[in-house]
């Protein structure tokens, strides 16, 4: 049975008052019903972010409730790991390759940081802002919703732009992707595209199974 996102988004809401163990078994579950509509996408990383947005909706974080955008920095930079989801319409709008810091690892980010000067991606919960023209083209503002993990992201410049290497020539040459400063970079052909898609209010959950962020997230352990 296939259930409309905006449903299991309601669903998660519920069990986000649960302890970090059993909201994340919940919604996994409840997300795996689901798991048709994102290729590739874990159905428990699906859960996350959906305990994660339910919490940021009840906290008034959210902007733009329509687009959900997950990164699963688990998986390597060869592969597809991004996705943005469109909740209203129960559609998966893109699965991408995606760039992470030269600091955060080779092929596979191991590494992750807040710190400027570090080059590494950083995870958790993010919203997206504004536009703009910079040094990498038309770029996306972020901004960081986690404490002492991602709130330092406007400091450090980190946001969303095109990158030319981020292309199947690089994973040919390198058998990887090329690397940013700490952004999540995409394929120039349509980084334009998911950013007008994403920008102004919506949210971003960058995951990767590390354990003291996964059990410091307000976000994912009770919304406190």
């Not at 600091?103 to 993010?126: I, K, P, V």
């Not at 038309?138 to 450090?156: C, I, K, Q, T, W």
């Not at 919506?202 to 199974?209: D, E, G, K, N, R």
């Amino acid at each position: 049975m296939r259930f409309p996102l905006a449903i299991l988004l309601s669903l998660a809401a519920g069990s986000v008052g649960a302890t970090p163990a059993l909201a994340s078994t919940t919604s996994s579950a409840r997300a795996r019903a689901f798991a048709e509509a994102a290729p590739g996408l874990d159905s428990s990383i699906l859960g996350l972010a959906l305990d994660a947005t339910a919490c940021a909706r009840e906290t008034g974080a959210i902007e733009n409730e329509r687009f959900l955008t997950i990164i699963d920095y688990s998986k390597a930079s060869t592969e597809p790991r991004l996705w943005v989801l469109d909740l209203e319409r129960d559609r998966v709008l893109f699965e991408e390759l995606v760039a992470h810091g030269q600091g955060s690892g080779e092929n596979f980010a191991s590494r992750f940081s807040n710190l400027d000067g570090s080059h590494q991606t950083s995870l958790g919960l993010f919203r997206t802002a504004d536009t703009y023209v910079g040094s990498n083209g038309y770029s996306l503002r972020l901004d960081g919703l986690e404490p002492g993990v991602n709130d330092r992201a406007r400091d450090r410049a980190i946001v969303m732009h095109g990158a030319p290497y981020v292309s199947d020539a690089n994973l040919r040459a390198l058998g990887r992707l090329g690397r940013s400063h700490g952004c999540p970079a995409l394929r120039p052909a349509i980084a334009r595209t998911v950013i007008d898609t994403i920008k102004n209010g919506s949210l971003v959950f960058a995951y990767y199974p590390d354990r003291q962020w996964l059990k410091g997230s307000r976000f994912l352990n009770g919304c406190s």
